[in-house]
């Protein structure tokens, strides 16, 4: 493997934040996004992870209860002192060595730790590969929020072929039950060429292009929270199995409280001490638990709806019972019309 020196990394680094700046991405994306290649180029190089940590932007700490009933610290930053603007940090002294790490009970010193450093030299490398996770995990879902938008477009480029097949211009033009088929279809071969592409199960496609053409109001803050490294795909999907069989209205709902900015709206579990919307990322088993309370929430209003409808309709029926005098009889029912 390639050895990448210390002046090669940093010369990286200032390419990376100059490009990616000039792409449109906010800051912390920019920030986020050039450790996690970093990481990717010392996972290939062969070099120490701790080695391609770079100074990144504090974000702010996520005021609920992680798993355990412990309050989370916040994001973590690299522990040692941030060197000139561009220049990666390490927080322990490297060997530079490309074998394996030492496994647990080894007394052989971990990847990137010398012989004979301090307890303090290991906690410091062990912040600093956490803020490798941390990167990593930020970066990730950003990129889950590019997925879901080339699905979503990805299936629209479909739907207008098909229509341009049938030498039509709008969905409008079709019949109502010309444009359930046509939009069915090109659902059906977007999941069939995506699954193809990723190699992924046909369920998980399915909730991939379900919740890409999903409507915008239940769709946008779940890409919003995603794109922010609020949420990656699995909270996204979690949400779109548990909510997309209801109907839009309540999918919105339950959507903005989970993944929305709003804190008049938004789930409790979001909120800090000062009643502001957390922008650390979710815990996923409370947003687990916010889910299915949201969704029981909705899923009851519309079982009371449908008892209420019920009972209504068996008000509205009335039975007569016949006897003959040959002691035959017959019943026989109807509704009775509405008031």
């Known amino acids: 493997m390639a050895t990448v020196s210390p002046a090669d990394q940093a010369r990286a680094q200032t390419f990376l934040q100059h490009a990616l700046g000039m792409t449109g991405m906010s800051p912390d994306s920019v920030a986020v996004l050039t450790q996690a ?3 990717v180029g010392a996972v290939e190089s062969g070099a120490p992870l701790e080695s391609s940590v770079v100074a990144l932007p504090a974000s702010p700490p996520h005021h609920g209860k992680a798993a355990g009933g412990a309050a989370p610290t916040a994001s973590v930053t690299p522990i040692s002192a941030a060197g000139p603007a561009g220049t990666p940090i390490s927080a322990a002294p490297s ?3 490309a074998g394996p790490a030492a496994s647990p009970g080894s007394t052989a010193p971990p990847r990137g730790a010398p012989a004979g450093a301090s307890v303090d030299d290991h906690l410091a490398r062990a912040r600093s590969l956490l803020t490798v996770v941390e990167s990593v995990t930020q970066a990730a879902a950003r990129l889950d929020a590019a997925l ?3 699905a979503r477009q990805q299936t ?3 739907g207008r072929s098909l229509l341009a097949e049938r030498d039509v211009s709008s969905p409008d ?7 359930v088929r046509w939009r069915a279809r090109a659902k059906a071969l977007s999941r069939h060429e995506i699954e193809a592409a990723t190699g992924w199960g046909p369920g998980e496609v399915v909730d991939l292009v379900g919740l890409a053409t999903a409507p915008l109001e239940a769709s946008e803050p ?7 490294g609020v949420a990656p795909w699995r909270l996204a999907r979690s949400f779109w199995r548990d909510c997309g069989s209801l109907g839009a209205e309540e999918a919105a709902h339950v959507a903005g409280a989970l993944f929305g900015t709003d804190p008049d709206t938004c789930a409790p579990e979001r909120l800090d001490p000062d009643g502001e919307v957390s922008e650390g990322p979710w815990f996923h088993r409370e947003f687990r638990a916010a889910l299915r309370r949201e969704v029981t929430r909705m899923r009851s209003t519309d079982v009371a709806a449908a008892r209420a409808a019920r009972e209504a309709a068996l008000a509205s029926r009335a039975m ?5 005098e040959d002691g035959t009889g017959a019943s026989s029912s109807s509704a009775q019309p509405s008031r």
């Open 37 to 39: 290649a970093l990481a």
């Open 95 to 97: 060997t530079g060595s």
């Open 148 to 150: 879901v938008l080339a």
């Open 156 to 158: 629209a480029a479909i």
């Open 173 to 179: 033009d079709l019949s109502a039950s010309q444009r």
């Open 222 to 228: 779940v890409i919003e929270a995603m794109a922010s």
């Open 320 to 324: 007569s019972v016949t006897v003959d």
